[in-house]
Nanobody
C-alpha cells in the first residue's frame, strides 16, 4: 500500500477556490485510477473525482461537474483537485485515494488506500 499525503485544504468563502494536492512519499503510484473521496459530518462518504493515471481521463460526480478539475503530474507523482465556485455543501474532509475503481455508476477505493485527509470548509 502506498502512503499518501494531502495538502491544500482550508477555509474559503462561497464562490471561492482551493486546490488540493496529493503525493506519495514512497515510490510511485501504480494504480490504474487515483481520485478524491470526501466525507462531511453526518453524511455518507462520497466519491468526488477520479483520474486514469495512464491517459488522464477524468470522471466527476454530477454535483461538482463544471466546478472541479482533477489532474495529475506523472513526473512528480502528484494528483490535484482544483475546486472552483465552492459551495457550503462542499464542506468535508477530502481524502486522496489510490486504487479507485468504478462500481456501477459510482466509484470506491479500499480504506487502506486513502490518505489522512484534509479539511475543506466553505462558509461566509
Amino acid at each position: 500500500q502506498v502512503s499518501l499525503v494531502e495538502s491544500g485544504g482550508g477555509l474559503v468563502q462561497p464562490g471561492g477556490s482551493l486546490i488540493l494536492s496529493c503525493t506519495t512519499s514512497e515510490g510511485t503510484f501504480s494504480s490504474d485510477y487515483m481520485g478524491w473521496i470526501r466525507q462531511a459530518p453526518g453524511r455518507q462518504r462520497e466519491w468526488v473525482a477520479a483520474i486514469r493515471w495512464t491517459d488522464g481521463s477524468t470522471f466527476f460526480r454530477d454535483s461538482v461537474k463544471g466546478r472541479f478539475t482533477i489532474s495529475r503530474d506523472t513526473a512528480k507523482n502528484t494528483v490535484f483537485l482544483q475546486m472552483n465556485n465552492l459551495e457550503p455543501e462542499d464542506t468535508a474532509v477530502y481524502y486522496c485515494a489510490a486504487e479507485m475503481k468504478p462500481v456501477g455508476r459510482t466509484w470506491s477505493a479500499p480504506l487502506g488506500s486513502w490518505g489522512q485527509g484534509t479539511q475543506v470548509s466553505v462558509s461566509s
